[in-house]
């Protein structure tokens, strides 16, 4: 059990290391939406300033949405946030693994126990 079980902690503990940053980024309390919120700010900014008259909030949501540097994050935030789920996933299955793994050796010792 001790070399299964180590080989599995050790891909538990990569498959985490590399959740980390996603999980501070889009997780609970994440990074994501404030770097989101600056981003747009900037964009409606460049577009307020680079108009000749004056531009309703409206039109400056649309055009900041629009922008081609917005549409680009959000589609890396979804290759990101798909990583993220995938490693969560990974994480679960590891957890699981190792849980089963466990209860085998018990059971075994168990049953040497009674033999």
Do not use: C, W
């Amino acid at each position: 059990m001790t070399d299964d079980y180590e080989a599995l902690l050790t891909s538990l503990e990569s498959v985490l290391h590399q959740r980390a940053p996603l999980y501070a980024r889009y997780g609970p309390g994440g990074t994501f939406d404030h770097s989101r919120k600056a981003l747009l700010a900037a964009i409606k900014n460049e577009y307020r300033n680079g108009a000749a008259t004056r531009v309703s909030e409206s039109s400056l949501d649309d055009m900041g949405h629009a922008d081609e540097r917005y549409i680009k994050f959000v589609e890396g935030a979804i290759d990101e946030r798909t990583r993220y789920a995938l490693l969560d996933a990974d994480a679960q299955v590891l957890e699981f693994k190792m849980q089963y793994l466990k209860a085998k050796t018990y059971e075994n010792a168990q049953l040497a126990r009674m033999q």
